[in-house]
């Protein structure tokens, strides 16, 4: 099976698949919106996905957006997506992964804080495979969920929009 590979023009030549619902244009009953998280029109510039793509997701300062599970292998180490910040400059999108440990319990690990941008960029890889190592060695594979949330401080009126979230499912470079 050939997979696309949408982030060439950024010099990754990695296969991605686009995470179920990850583009925001159909049902996100998957997905868990908090405080304010809504699609809204607006694409992301570069039209990776597909350019009759017309929703991206909004985050508020204080919201938060989880993804549904997807299932990994150590052959699956990043993501990737389109984010865009307006407002606050020192606001960050908090990425953060979602897992069951080796004995059963829930999980949750901030990767890394996102600066962003006034204009659409794309996300460089975001490693996630450190936490979830031992299961991988043990399991083969996991499920995992990833959480974006816009750091709310007061009078902060940060807001964020996201796009187009990838998953690498083949170990590139």
Not at 33 to 60: F, M, R
Not at 118 to 136: A, H, M, Q, R
Request: aromatic letters at 10%; proline letters at 6%; glycine letters at 8%.
């Amino acid at each position: 099976m050939s997979l696309p590979t949408p982030f060439v023009p950024w010099n990754d030549d990695g296969q991605y698949f686009l995470m179920s619902g990850g583009d925001f244009e159909g049902d996100l009953g998957d997905w868990t919106l908090e405080n304010g998280a809504s699609t809204v029109l607006g694409n992301e510039s570069y039209q990776i996905g597909s350019p009759a793509d017309s929703q991206s997701l909004l985050l508020p300062s204080g919201s938060s957006v989880t993804t549904p599970t997807v299932c990994v292998t150590a052959q699956s180490p990043d993501l990737r997506l389109a984010v865009l910040k307006s407002g606050a400059k020192e606001a960050k999108l908090r990425v953060y992964l979602n897992f069951t440990d080796d004995k059963g319990n829930p999980r949750t690990q901030k990767l890394k804080d996102l600066a962003g941008s006034e204009s659409w960029t794309f996300t460089d890889p975001l490693k996630f495979l450190g936490p979830v190592n031992n299961i991988l060695k043990r399991n083969g594979q996991t499920t995992v969920s990833f959480t974006f949330a816009v750091e709310a401080k007061k009078d902060s009126h940060a807001v964020w929009q996201i796009d187009d979230i990838y998953v690498d499912p083949y170990k590139s470079g």
